[in-house]
């Protein structure tokens, strides 16, 4: 019986043995495997980071096929894909990795994208917030942060003002500690539509952070918006002082506080004055852009207004009849010739139509 159950020791000895060495070899092998495979996908990432987007594809792929369970080459993949315009390919990797983790931040906003390079806004919208709200491996909140503004980026190039509007307030309470995104999210109210936001925003800004030019240039654009030409002096004024690149604006405020006809000070010969000013730049930029006969109607009907020498005492009423003439043709004009290049007459015809 000994030398039976010493043969078997022996035996079981060897096949553990050589079952550890399998182990061993295996996992040796494994490891080489996704060395191999983080080599590729390294290479890939560089290659799109280089605007290589096909070489980008191959590279991933190569890691995707060496290790299949490691889901960030799936989407690193994915990307390529999109940024190499293989959008059906692209689309189906996506769907299996979303039909396996729905929540995943980073699958949905590669999705969103997707449908942005397709065209299908509204449901790229939704992929985008389901990106906002999704799981992220790594700094979450900064990830949402991103995705949130990216989304707010697109907004704003499709003029989307509502929308856009949603977004940016979350956002702003969001990246509370992040001057730069708060800088964006100041600018981007501009477009909204919400200067007054923007004015409160880069006013809060200046407080954080004094010396930093930009925040003053920012407060002066949203002052323009909003017609406080004095106060956009003032901005641009500080601004300079950090910067000397927003002079060109500083004078555009400037020139604007000198045309405004708006303000209660003003007597009636000083609003007379501005008044014909205005009609004359409408008239100009009319006769610059259209031939039809309705624009000659209107630019001898501004020569009218514009020539006679006036007789008795200059009143309210005349200076609102050459706004009136100038407004109606800067409308013509915008119907006619499309957005003028005056930047002067269009923000003050913007705050005259107000």
Known sequence: MRPKFGLITVIL???????????????VERREMQSEARHDAAQGEALLAAGHADGA?????????????NSNYALEMAQALIADGKLDEAGSMLGDTLE????NGEANLLEARLMVHRGNLQQAESYYHRAIYGIWGQNPELQRIRV????????????SNQELLAELIPLEAEAEHDLAVRQQVAGLYIEAGAANRA??????????DPEDGRNYAGLGEAQLALGNYRDAQTAFQNAIRHRDDVR????????LAELDPTPRYLSAATKFARSNAILELARDTLARCATS????KLIDSADQLLSPKVKGPITNEMAEDRLAM?????EFRSDSCGKSPDETLSLLMNKLSQ
């Not at 000895?13 to 070899?25: C, K, N, S």
């Not at 396996?100 to 929540?103: C, K, Y």
């Not at 006969?293 to 000659?296: E, F």
Request: proline share 3%; no cysteine.
């Open 199 to 208: 004015v409160t925003a880069y006013r809060a800004l200046i407080r954080d």
């Open 13 to 27: 000895a060897t096949i553990a043995f050589f079952w550890i060495v399998d182990i061993f070899l295996a996992r």
């Open 293 to 296: 006969d309705q624009a000659q």
């Open 100 to 103: 396996q983790m729905p929540n």
């Open 57 to 69: 594809v191959d590279q991933l792929r190569k890691a995707q096929a060496i290790d299949r369970d």
């Open 326 to 330: 100038a407004q109606t043709i800067w």
């Open 248 to 255: 060109p604006r500083l004078d555009l405020a400037t020139r």
């Open 148 to 159: 949130r503004l990216e989304l707010a980026e697109l907004l704003a190039s499709l003029h």
